[in-house]
């Protein structure tokens, strides 16, 4: 069995929540470890998940009645029946006191907000928003960098009752009609404009377009992020943030179910028009404390920070962080700019605990030869996250070798559709290079064949077999559930199928390959498209890659792009380099039958490479969507290349 490449040590576990955890529930568990822990959490849902509710002593003015109705209902369990509850009282304790958040922007200026003055401030913006006329289940959007305001105009809405829904301003303005047009706001938060990697960027010729479109906004608030003293005048129905923001108010918390609606989250769009996700306020809450206390051991006061825009569900899962009593660490703007060093200065600076990043960032740090472990001091970080695509094993080294030899390195795996984790960190088990360390407590993962039958070592999809509270309440204006029963349970009925194509390992990990729907399928043998990243990427010549299937000769065959490192160029030399590797690392199969150069890669918004749609330009198709990708120009660069027609 392949050996770990980081252990806990035994005054980590001892010291670990997860542990404090599993011994209050020793005696319920057949065995005294984290597979026994696992195996409680999904025999006896109801225990499991009443005990989680006792020990993060969740707020609610009525006690639930049920933990859950019928666990076999996929979807349509009721979870916590009876509880009235306020997600934003949940964030807003009043025991927490000192920092709540710390912003800062690429240019480095720094903005700290404490608890005290997070609350004075929620009330505020609440009470704005009820004179406007805002309540329970009204849609505020908003369209704001990852800046204080976000956060406390999200506290604002959801301590009403409002259902929230942002994109980051870096959207296009189809690409904002196509989320917001759908679902309606009475209110829209938005900035003046933002800076990315040195550029400043105007924001208000699209607010004038995206504001003249929507019809159902009745109040535009406006945050000065780049000037104070912005015009606004031209804006229909504009009311300045700095205005509402310091009304001496008092906190008020609606109470509402468990299941009331919380947040609205978008699809990629990649294919259609995004599919609006409904997230629920007690589901939402119960989730992120379990991924944030339980697998990533969040203490009160920890710093914890996640590289993410408010169009991504990481923002929604960092805000949560709150609820643990952690200082929330923002940060808006280009991650390399001024320099690859830049965001692990403000981690030490700030006594970073928890760092959240994407694999590809990883991916590039290592490339640009920086190595923070030479550069800053990083004894307070405990654990590092990587999501938004499998982590390859190179970046396994890369963080033991030259950023910190003990600490959680944790590829974690769920998605919007679920605003957590089917494959979760963990404090007190081993790290295996290419695994996401375990299933997360109280979802029941599993990996079906093509027939669905249950497989352990082999690659198969990845699915849920039993209910579980985060699953979406509904899309947005779907009848009958039409779209959500498609996208989740048509594969295999009355089980949830995530779409990734992975394996669970003998040792209780589980490995991603890619999604399901970009699978090669070359003479009939099933290939993820990360088993060839993971190879590609790790040559310093190439900054990054993306691989399709090309239907070709009524079979399909391999085809590799790849963007290049300046001072490189794709020789005859670089291509069977890149052959010979995967071979060697792979098989003969995931060999490419063509390898070309582009100078860009299509991603979207959220920094996620478009495989279908690449796929899709090759083959002469229509792309339905190009507003939802962040570079749409970039699919120009595959397009009838005379090289994929011999």
Known sequence: ???????????????????????????????????????????????????????????????????????????????????????????????????????????GRRIEMSWDGLRKEVASVARALRKIGVGPNDRVAALLPNCPEAIVAMLASTSIGAIWSSCSPDFGIEGVLDRF???????????????????????????????????????????????????????????????????????????????????????????????????????TLIQHQKEHIIHSDVDVGDVIFYFTTCGWMMWNWLASGLASGATLLLFDGAPFHPDPGHLWRIAEAENLALFGISAKYLSALEKSGFRPKEHVDLSALKSILSTGSPLAPASFDFVYRDIKADLQLSSVAGGTDIISCFGAGNPILPVYRSELQ??????????????GNSIVG???????????????????????????????????????????????????????YGRSDAILNPGGVRIGTAEIYRVVEQFEEVAESIVIAQDWEDDVRVVLFVRLQDG?????????????????????????????????????????????????????????NTDALANPAALEFFRDRAELSE
């Open 568 to 624: 490189y160029s794709l020789d005859d030399e670089l291509k069977q380099a890149l052959r010979t590797s995967i071979r060697t690392s792979a098989s003969p199969r995931h060999v490419p039958a063509r390898i070309l150069e582009v100078q860009d890669i299509p991603r979207t918004i959220n920094g996620k490479i478009v495989e279908i749609a690449v796929r899709d330009v090759v083959h002469g198709r229509e792309i339905r």
């Open 181 to 283: 047009g759908q679902i309606e706001p009475k209110v829209l938060f938005a900035a003046d404009g933002y800076t990315y990697n040195g550029k400043t960027i105007d924001c208000l010729p699209a607010i004038r377009s995206i504001i003249g479109e929507l019809a159902s906004v009745d109040a535009l608030i406006m945050v000065d992020f780049l000037d104070d003293d912005a015009d606004f005048d031209d804006l229909p129905r504009a009311i300045r943030y700095a205005d509402i923001a310091n009304d001496n108010a008092e906190l008020e918390f609606e109470q509402l179910p468990f299941s009331h609606p919380l947040y609205i989250l978008y699809s990629s769009g990649t294919t259609g028009i995004p599919k609006c996700i409904v997230h629920s306020a007690g589901a």
């Open 458 to 512: 082999e690659k198969g999809e990845l699915v849920c077999t039993q209910a579980f509270p985060s699953m979406p309440l509904e899309f947005w204006n779907d009848p009958g559930d039409e779209k959500y029963h498609a996208a989740y349970f048509e594969k295999f009925p009355g089980v949830w199928a995530q779409g990734d194509y992975a394996e669970l390992t003998a040792h209780g990990g589980i490995i991603i």
């Open 438 to 451: 375990c299933r997360a407590l109280g979802m029941k993962v599993d990996v079906f064949d093509d027939n």
């Open 1 to 107: 069995m392949t050996e770990p490449i980081w252990r806990p040590s035994a005054e980590r576990i001892a010291a670990s929540h997860i542990q404090r955890f599993l011994s209050l529930h020793r005696q319920k568990l057949e065995t005294e470890d984290y597979p026994g822990l696992h195996d409680w959490s999904v025999s006896e849902p109801e225990a499991f998940w009443a005990a989680l509710w006792d020990y993060f002593g969740i707020r609610s003015s009525a006690p639930y009645t049920s933990v859950v109705d019928d666990i076999h209902a996929m979807p349509g369990a009721a979870w916590f029946d009876g509880a009235t509850m306020n997600y934003a009282e949940n964030l807003l304790r009043p025991q927490y006191d000192g920092v709540a958040l710390i912003a800062y922007t690429e240019t």
